[in-house]
């Protein structure tokens, strides 16, 4: 279908529910109109405004596009929606292609090949319970944020009223499943309108999706901004939006004293992304937010001593962990190594004796330091394993060391003692790490690699003598070779799902990982065989990890995507979760605002997204 057909068909849609003009018969064959299965809806969405929508199947698509006119024009809040302004109200169109055959019962997002594969934005639901037959159109799942067969089953169970028999959601899945209730997949073919123009959809989202240097460039420092702009009075970040929802209560900590609930590792995460912004652009706001963000970081900070020394570590929810202590020496230290600025030299130094206090004589770094649920919540100064292994965490080390690599390699004259401990605490770490934590904590390792910090650290840590390792840079290499053996490509992508490409999995058939935080492990691992002048491997990253971008790059908060958000300009130019899932946070714009900031430095050409094979 031509565009400027597809637009004077919306011109249509649009003049018919305005003007009470009977909509063109000569559209009747569009879209190959079937009136055993055709169910056509038209939704208007406008912000502020709760979205209104009707569905119908008539004999004609003229006249079921003629009946939901109607009884769009019936509802009270229609008058609400200004039609006249197409940059206000944006119309939604979505017509049923194709009906088949699932068995509720074994319905999955897990298995990719299954005939009961719901597969969120791609198919829908047609289900009849007591007599009435509703459906759950594909584009339902990017604009009600839905993802898993849980969270679908749970919102059918209050359309159709199931949910007023339990407040339990297990139970009102459960009931769900019932015999009784007919259902039938459907799919669909969905358009928006956006001013003038107007947008496919491909799985709720609109395409194509521009991707290109200028629009990493874009995008990244806008989503930079999204951060800026989301900053508190105190320096802290709002740290979660739910723009379906329109709520900034985190769904994953409801029980919280606070609702409001924060996490100090994002929160200097936040920082970083911030330093990266003024890697780019020189502007000196960005270092005067993170600066903002630093003063909030050193709020928390409670001391202890090391060897007799100032030591000091990030206290935060009735925690202390390794993390919060290593992500906010990195974000001390992006922020030193931009202006050189002393003023935080002692927290640096707390920090650094903070952290290499907390590796043990095998070269383990515990995880936490304060634990609410272990030693009554008092520091736990010499755990044995089975503490050490409850505490186990794949990222902190990583961050920690990064924060030590840059502060040996950046900062002026460190005492002599402190450097010399330093290096042979680091050295000690980075072997347990890639040498022992394999084989002592195994049954802890999945498939899909989730070291990324730690890949970043030994980008750093290659650079300092006697750190060159082999062992560490094959770490790196082999956690990235295992990524792209486990990310989707043309080859294991089906038709249907090539939003999935570049996305990682942990066994084939898992609903897509659009990971920023393995690509920014990813992104490190390119930088280090730069580094190493090993072109091949360079080149091999860059080709896979081009596709991660791309389809990382769908998970943006356009100003095309926004159509559904109550609030469109809240959650506007940030980075969401999932394809479908709406849930904004402040890490989902951190790792892919710091990871496009990475690959934008690069010397390449962005428009090539062809995968090749390790060398």
Not at 147 to 174: A, P
Not at 387 to 398: N, R
Request: aromatic share 14%; proline share 3%.
């Amino acid at each position: 279908m031509k565009e400027k057909t597809i637009k004077s068909f919306f011109m249509n849609i649009r003049d018919s529910i305005l003007y009470n003009v009977p909509f063109s018969k000569e559209y009747n064959n569009f879209f190959d109109y079937d009136k055993n299965i055709s169910q056509i809806y038209i939704t208007l969405f406008q912000a502020g405004n709760t979205p209104i929508r009707w569905g119908t199947r008539q004999e004609s698509l003229s006249k079921s596009i003629n009946r939901i006119s109607n009884k769009l024009k019936e509802n009270q809040k229609f008058k609400d929606f200004d039609l006249k302004d197409s940059s206000k109200c944006r119309i939604m169109f979505e017509i049923i292609t194709k009906e088949y055959e699932c068995n509720i019962r074994n319905l999955t997002t897990m298995k990719m090949k299954s005939p009961n594969r719901f597969e969120p934005g791609i198919n829908g639901l047609k289900y009849t319970y007591e007599g009435v037959t509703r459906f759950f159109m594909p584009t339902d799942a990017f604009t009600k944020s839905i993802m898993s067969v849980n969270q679908l089953l749970n919102y059918l169970s209050k359309q159709c009223g199931i949910s007023k028999i339990t407040d339990k959601i297990s139970q009102r899945v459960h009931l769900m499943r019932r015999e009784d209730i007919e259902y039938t997949f459907i799919e669909s073919r969905a358009y928006i309108s956006f001013g003038d123009e107007v947008l496919e959809l491909e799985r709720g989202y609109p395409s194509p999706i521009e991707f290109n240097k200028e629009a990493i460039y874009d995008k990244t420092l806008k989503s930079i901004n999204w951060l800026v702009e989301n900053m508190n009075e105190d320096g802290s970040f709002l740290y979660y939006y739910d723009p379906y929802k329109n709520t900034i209560i985190d769904d994953m900590h409801p029980n919280m004293i606070n609702p409001l609930y924060n996490n100090i590792l994002r929160h200097s995460g936040g920082t970083i992304t911030l330093l990266r912004g003024y890697e780019l652009t020189k502007d000196k706001l960005y270092l005067q937010k993170a600066k903002e963000s630093i003063d909030f970081l050193l709020s928390t900070f409670e001391t202890h001593t090391y060897k007799d020394e100032y030591a000091c570590y990030p206290f935060f929810n009735k925690k202390s962990k390794l993390g919060g202590a290593g992500i906010g020496l990195v974000a001390i230290m992006h922020y030193y190594i931009h202006t050189g600025d002393e003023s935080y030299r002692k927290e640096m130094d707390g920090l650094v004796r903070h952290i290499l206090s907390r590796v043990d004589d095998e070269g383990e770094l515990i995880g936490y330091y304060i634990h609410p649920n272990f030693n009554n919540g008092e520091p736990l100064i010499n755990p044995n394993d089975e503490v050490k292994k409850e505490l186990f965490s794949f990222y902190y080390p990583g961050e920690a060391l990064l924060g030590l690599a840059l502060y040996y390699l950046h900062v002026r004259d460190i005492d002599k003692e402190l450097k010399k401990d330093l290096l042979k605490k680091a050295e000690m770490a980075l072997d347990f790490l890639v040498d022992i934590r394999p084989i002592k904590y195994i049954h802890l390792f999945e498939p899909l690699p989730a070291d990324a910090w730690l890949m970043q650290a030994i980008e750093e840590w290659v650079k300092v003598k006697n750190f060159r390792k082999k062992s560490y840079i094959d770490f790196v290499f082999n956690d990235t070779k295992a990524m792209f053996n486990h990310m989707y490509t043309n080859e294991n992508t089906l038709a249907s799902n090539k939003d999935y490409i570049g996305g990682f999995f942990y066994k084939y058939g898992d609903h897509v990982y659009h990971d920023a935080s393995r690509c920014e492990g990813v992104v490190s691992a390119y930088y280090l065989a730069k580094y190493l002048g090993d072109e091949t491997k360079a080149e091999w990253i860059m080709k896979n990890m081009l596709l991660s971008a791309k389809g990382l790059m769908k998970t943006f908060n356009s100003e095309e995507s926004a159509y559904p958000h109550v609030d469109p300009k809240k959650a506007l130019h940030s980075f969401r979760f999932k394809l479908t899932r709406q849930w904004v946070r402040v890490d989902s714009v951190q790792h892919a605002a710091c990871f496009f900031a990475r690959l934008y430095k690069t010397d390449i050409d962005i428009n090539d997204t062809t995968a090749v094979k390790k060398p």
